[in-house]
């Protein structure tokens, strides 16, 4: 029984009870995904399944056989930082970082959401063809993912210049 | 965490009969199972179900639809026999 994580095949352990945050950082030790509140509140452990973000702490890892895992170590490649996680350094997108990882992996699944036109609270139109990743849905879409530091400002920032389009 | 077994059912009617065993408790999306079996009532699983693409089957049925505005407690079983137009995106 494996997991995919970042390209590398895994064994999942055999207790059920092993959650897919404790698998990455306490028997793995890629501590970049991070445990918050452990309860599906904060967003921190936010990790990619095939793509799609999911919160990893209420996540089983059995759950995830033979699924590709991305977390925030496996973004840059060849020492090249992701364009997003190059854009939260030049925007301020965080202070003590913690939350950091999963604002990222959160938000390139929610830009993977918004291209299926996946509609979202503050969608006004649900039969448009293509949802814009205006302030508010960008806002709205990233509400799961709390910063106790206050750095939204430069989180939404730092999202928006790599996928929302230019202002027509 | 309370020990449990984890499953994951070949289809539908399989999850429907391993369901209905003593201690068995349904996993799927949404759902807050796993955080309340770490506190609030970890005795009362002793095994989990999981149902890997059931929200796709119940896709193909006409008329019932699973939305952002969907509320979990109106998603009763027999709504899976006589779907009824649940989704209300107005």
Excluded: W
């Excluded at chain 2, 449990?4 to 289809?11: G, H, K, L, N």
């Excluded at chain 2, 539908?12 to 408790?25: F, L, W």
Aim: aromatic share 4%.
């Amino acid at each position: 029984m494996t997991i995919t994580i970042n390209g590398q095949d895994v064994r999942i352990p055999p207790d059920p009870r092993v959650s897919l945050l404790d698998l990455l950082r306490e028997h793995l030790h890629l501590t970049g995904t991070k445990k918050g509140c452990n309860q599906g509140a904060c967003g921190a452990c936010t990790v990619l399944v095939d793509g799609a973000r999911i919160i990893s702490c209420l996540a089983l890892s059995v759950q995830y056989e033979g699924r590709s895992i991305t977390t925030i170590e496996g973004l840059a490649s060849d020492g090249a930082l992701h364009p997003l996680q190059q854009a939260f350094i030049e925007h301020d997108g965080f202070q003590c970082g913690y939350c950091t990882p999963g604002q990222i992996c959160s938000a390139l699944g929610m830009v993977e959401e918004v291209k299926r036109g996946v509609p979202s609270y503050v969608t006004g139109d649900l039969s448009a063809e293509a949802i814009a990743l205006t302030d508010d849905e960008l806002r709205e879409r990233m509400s799961g993912n709390l910063c106790r530091c206050g750095a939204h400002n430069g989180i939404v920032d730092a999202i928006a210049e790599v996928f929302a389009e230019p202002a027509q | 965490m309370t020990p449990f077994s984890y499953t994951r059912a070949a289809d539908a009617a399989d999850a429907i009969v391993r369901g209905s065993a003593t201690g068995a408790k349904y996993l799927g999306g949404g759902t807050n199972l796993v955080d309340l079996m770490r506190g609030v009532s970890p005795a009362t699983v002793s095994r989990i179900l999981e149902r890997a693409g059931l929200s796709r089957d119940l896709a193909a049925i006409d008329e019932f639809q699973i939305g952002a505005r969907q509320l979990p407690s109106t998603l009763q079983p027999k709504s899976i026999s006589a779907p009824e137009s649940l989704l209300d995106l107005g």
